[in-house]
């Protein structure tokens, strides 16, 4: 089969004919119709994982697919031969990615596809969808309560400023100016520009009362930090990228969560569900063919992607 893989930690990495995967225990294989991409895919090829995992070479990247069941292991009893599935690799080690015409997925870390979604839509799922609804969780916001969404028209944050406005939260949006009609479309009720000035001291002003919480998809420790400082006593900070000072938050009675989507059959069906009852729409989607992968990495590797990005095959 046709892959994009690399040969070591911040290779560019190359299209290449590899052996087709077989299925082990629990698992299924996915002929894939297409692969989203995530950050964590970035952090993965350039070694920044290989603490935490083990890695094996020549190293697929991708963690979301979509696509047709074309093989089942041993065990596998609620996926069959032609099923269109969409979801997490749900391996415990990395390197038998989702960029490639065939991936082996856990059987309990994907579901069935809906008709009413096509397969680049459901790959922009998994691990975006799924870090969003943890993360809402995570910050426990409700009806009036204000949350502040750092790096909020990305693949997790565009889904988390949508849980969080339906939940009934005051959603404030801190992304470019550039996408702040897209980030009120999702559901913000306020857009604070990050290039127009400093945004701890634009929140401050804007909300002098406090806030029931902040949610970090981006990354700077020190912004979130300062932004903290902001939350009430009994609020919430939570970050997708290891940002909440867990220690220090907990010692002025703030929540800290680091947060990890893990997909699973039971939130990816969560997910399908607020889909279906026009809770959530899907973000913006650019779609790579598998030649192009380098270019959608360098795309999401800027930092400033609106929406999701996606890989196709074919």
Known sequence: MKAFAIDEFGQSGSLRDVDDPTPGEGEVRVRVAAAGVNPFDVAVLHGYAKDTMENRFPLIPGMDASGIVDAVGAGVTDRAVGDEVFGG???PYLGEGALAELVTMSS?????KP???????????PVAGVTALTMADATAVGEGDVIVVIG?????????????????AQVVAVCSGGNADYARSLGASEVIDYAAGDVVEA??????????????VHGD?????????QVRSGGHVSSAVGSADEEALGARGVDGT?????????????LVGMLERGELVLPELHSFPLGEASEAFAAISSGHTRGKIVVVPA
């Open 89 to 91: 690799v749900g391996k």
């Open 221 to 229: 420790k020190e912004e979130v930090a300062r932004l903290a400082e």
């Open 115 to 125: 008709t009413s979604l096509d397969h680049a839509a459901a790959a922009a799922i």
């Open 108 to 112: 309990g870390t994907v579901t069935r």
């Open 203 to 216: 929140v401050r002003e804007r909300y002098p009362d406090g806030l029931a919480a902040v949610a970090d």
């Open 258 to 270: 680091n947060v990890f989507g893990k997909v699973s059959t039971a939130a990816l069906d969560t």
């Open 152 to 168: 909020a028209t990305g693949g997790v944050g565009g889904y988390l400023v949508q849980i969080a406005a339906k939940r009934g």
